[in-house]
């Protein structure tokens, strides 16, 4: 693991804080605990006093957008995610066929939750560099939202791959397809992130493998 990368563990997801010099940059926000955690995770690794300058999100569901209003103005940082999913930080994203099972699900949470609506300060598409961390490439993997992305660092070859995949709980898996936009084009995505240069993967809903061992988990997934 690079040095530079922390990762914040929470009940049901993890994300990601990259050190860049002085500033901290996080890759999604978690979702209830997460800003306790991201805390908690800075004190022990001794960057709390470090400001947090920007948040990339990976697409617009809740568990991983929860904290990203509330940290971006305690800390004055700007937020970018992809603009395919505006829909989704805007609380009006629609789903069709077995979607609509994770569509009531967002509705219901965001109510219940108060969750406000937000646009990010930087709307992303597919191939746009972030000058974070040595520069941050910008891998769209639609499917699981419309645009759900990933980020991909040349220097590490390591892809932060947010939903594409998960490997706790049942083991390596696909989300169902009631968890998708796209369930299909899903599928498509994990063979386009395996055409990168890859030694790692980190995704979201993660056993505590090793990057390189997600990545052979990725890619015993794209095996017919």
């Known amino acids: 693991?690079?040095?530079?990368?922390?990762?914040?563990?929470?009940?049901?997801?993890?994300?990601?804080?990259?050190?860049?010099?002085?500033?901290?940059?996080?890759i999604d926000t978690g979702f209830i605990g997460g800003k306790r955690a991201l805390h908690a995770a800075l004190l022990v690794r001794g960057w709390d006093a470090l400001p947090i300058?920007?948040?990339l999100l990976t697409h617009g569901h809740l568990d991983?957008?929860?904290?990203?209003?509330?940290?971006?103005?305690?800390?004055?940082?700007?937020?970018?995610?992809?603009?395919?999913?505006?829909?989704?930080?805007?609380?009006?994203a629609c789903y069709s066929g077995l979607g609509r099972v994770a569509g009531v699900a967002e509705w219901v949470g965001r109510r219940l939750l108060r969750q406000p609506a937000f646009r990010p300060d930087r709307l992303l598409n597919d191939?746009?560099?972030?000058?974070?961390?040595?520069?941050?490439?910008?891998?769209?993997?639609?499917?699981?939202?419309?645009?759900?992305?990933?980020?991909?660092?040349?220097?590490?070859?390591?892809?932060?791959?947010?939903?594409?995949?998960?490997?706790?709980g049942l083991g390596p898996q696909i989300a169902p397809a009631y968890l998708n936009q796209d369930n299909a084009e899903a599928r498509r995505s994990i063979h386009r992130a395996l055409e990168l240069p890859l030694e790692g993967v980190l995704p979201c809903h993660a056993n505590q493998a090793a990057p390189a061992l997600q990545l052979e988990y990725l890619r015993a997934l794209a095996t017919p």
């Open 64 to 92: 991983h957008v929860r904290n990203a209003p509330a940290l971006a103005a305690r800390h004055g940082a700007w937020i970018a995610g992809p603009e395919r999913d505006l829909e989704h930080y805007e609380g009006r």
């Open 53 to 55: 300058r920007g948040i």
């Open 1 to 26: 693991m690079p040095p530079d990368l922390l990762i914040v563990r929470t009940l049901i997801v993890q994300f990601f804080v990259l050190r860049d010099g002085e500033s901290l940059y996080l």
């Open 127 to 168: 191939g746009d560099e972030i000058p974070v961390w040595d520069g941050l490439r910008v891998v769209a993997l639609p499917g699981h939202t419309h645009g759900h992305c990933g980020y991909y660092s040349a220097r590490h070859r390591l892809l932060f791959s947010g939903d594409l995949f998960a490997t706790f």
